[in-house]
C-alpha cells in the first residue's frame, strides 16, 4: 500500500464508530503483548486514562507508570499518583532544563533547529540546511521565526526528553516497553508516524504502542462518558453541544509550562491566560521572576530565578499573551 493509500486508510479508520474502534484498539493491544513485555504510559489526562483503562480490559495486571514531572496542573498531578501503579520522577528539575538547554517554545523541530544554529558543535553544514533548507527546502526555521535566532534566552527541545522521555526509558530498561496514547490528529509527526508504521512500531531503539491513534477527541469523551471513568478535575465536565462532546474545563492537560503552539491559540484557549484564572500563584511563579545570567559558555543569557522561571520575558519576545 502506497503513502496516498495510507493516508487513505487513516481517514477511513478515523471515521468508523466508536465500538469498531474500541475491538481495533483492543487487537492491536493483543498484538503487541504477544510480542513484548508491556506497561502503560500514564499521564493521568483523559487520554491516557481510556488507553489505561482500554489496555487493562485485555490483561488486568499491566502496570501503569506516571512520570511526576512537576510541570501538572495539580489535579491531574493528584489524579495521576493516586490511580498510577508506579511513580517515577525525572533526574532534573525544569528550572535546570531551562537553565541548561533553553525554552520550550514554537515546536519540537523548530526549537531544535534554533538550537543547532546557535550551538557551537553544531557543524557548518547542518547550520546552512536549518538557515537555508536542505535541496528540497526542509528541515529549516521558518521564515517568521528567524528573528528568534538574536533572542537573549536559550531556546531547546531538550525538556521533553528529560522531563518525560529519559525516566520512562530509564523504567523500560527491565525490558518492558510503553502503550502511549497519543493520536494522529494531534499532530502531522504522529500522523507520519501511523502512516509509516501503523499503530505498533519499532524505531531505531525500541518498540512501543499506540492503539488509540486512529481515535479522534470526540472518540475519548464518548468512552469516558460511556464507562464513567474519573478525570481530573481540571477538565470540568463533560457535556453535550450540538452533538458534540466537550468539557467545560480546559480542553487539553500536558506540561502547563509548555510553550509549545502557544502561538496558535484561539481566544478563549490561551494556556497562560487559563493558568492565571485557574492556579494565580503557579502563574506568578512560572511568568515571574528570571535574570541574566552568565554561563558556561561565556554569554548572558536570560533564565530562572528564585523567584520564577521567566516565562513572561520570554513570551513577551515569543509574542503570545499570558
Avoid at 466508536?18 to 493521568?44: Q, T
Avoid at 491513534?213 to 469523551?221: I, P
Avoid at 554561563?295 to 520575558?313: A, E, I, R, Y
Wanted: hydrophobic share 30%; glycine share 8%; aromatic share 12%.
Amino acid at each position: 500500500m502506497n503513502t496516498k493509500e495510507r493516508y487513505k486508510q487513516l481517514e477511513l479508520m478515523k471515521a468508523l464508530p466508536l465500538d469498531v474502534k474500541i475491538g481495533k484498539s483492543k487487537l492491536r493491544i493483543r498484538e503487541a503483548l504477544a510480542l513484548e513485555d508491556m506497561y502503560i504510559s500514564y499521564s493521568g489526562g483523559k487520554d491516557s486514562t481510556v488507553l489505561k483503562h482500554l489496555v487493562q480490559s485485555v490483561k488486568a495486571d499491566i502496570p501503569s507508570v506516571f512520570v511526576n514531572t512537576g510541570l501538572e496542573y495539580r489535579s491531574l498531578r493528584e489524579h495521576a499518583t493516586k490511580n498510577a501503579d508506579t511513580t517515577v520522577r525525572p533526574k532534573m528539575n525544569f528550572k535546570e532544563v531551562l537553565i541548561k538547554y533553553g525554552y520550550p517554545i514554537i515546536s519540537k523541530m523548530q526549537s531544535r533547529y534554533i538550537e543547532d544554529v546557535r550551538n557551537p558543535n553544531v557543524c557548518d553544514k547542518i547550520k546552512d540546511i536549518r538557515i537555508n533548507g536542505s535541496e528540497k527546502g526542509y528541515y529549516k526555521i521558518s521564515e517568521k521565526w528567524k528573528y528568534l535566532l538574536k533572542a537573549d534566552f536559550k531556546i531547546s527541545n531538550k525538556c521533553c526528553y528529560h522531563m518525560k522521555k529519559s525516566p520512562m526509558s530509564i523504567y523500560g530498561k527491565n525490558g518492558s516497553c510503553p502503550f502511549i496514547g497519543t493520536m494522529t490528529e494531534e499532530s502531522n509527526k504522529r500522523k507520519t508516524q501511523w502512516i509509516e508504521h501503523g499503530c505498533n512500531m519499532v524505531d531505531s531503539k525500541k518498540f512501543k504502542s499506540m492503539p488509540m491513534s486512529f481515535w479522534t477527541v470526540q472518540d475519548v469523551l464518548e468512552y469516558l462518558e460511556r464507562y464513567d471513568l474519573e478525570i481530573p478535575s481540571v477538565y470540568g465536565d463533560i457535556i453535550k453541544v450540538d452533538g458534540e462532546y466537550k468539557t467545560t474545563g480546559v480542553n487539553r492537560t500536558g506540561c502547563v509550562f509548555c510553550g509549545y503552539g502557544a502561538h496558535m491559540e484561539k481566544e478563549g484557549e490561551k494556556r497562560f491566560v487559563d493558568l492565571k484564572i485557574r492556579d494565580k500563584q503557579l502563574y506568578d511563579y512560572v511568568i515571574g521572576g528570571g535574570e541574566y545570567k552568565e554561563l558556561k559558555d561565556g554569554k548572558k543569557w536570560w533564565v530562572p530565578n528564585n523567584k520564577g522561571l521567566g516565562f513572561g520575558h520570554v513570551l513577551d519576545v515569543y509574542d503570545v499573551e499570558y
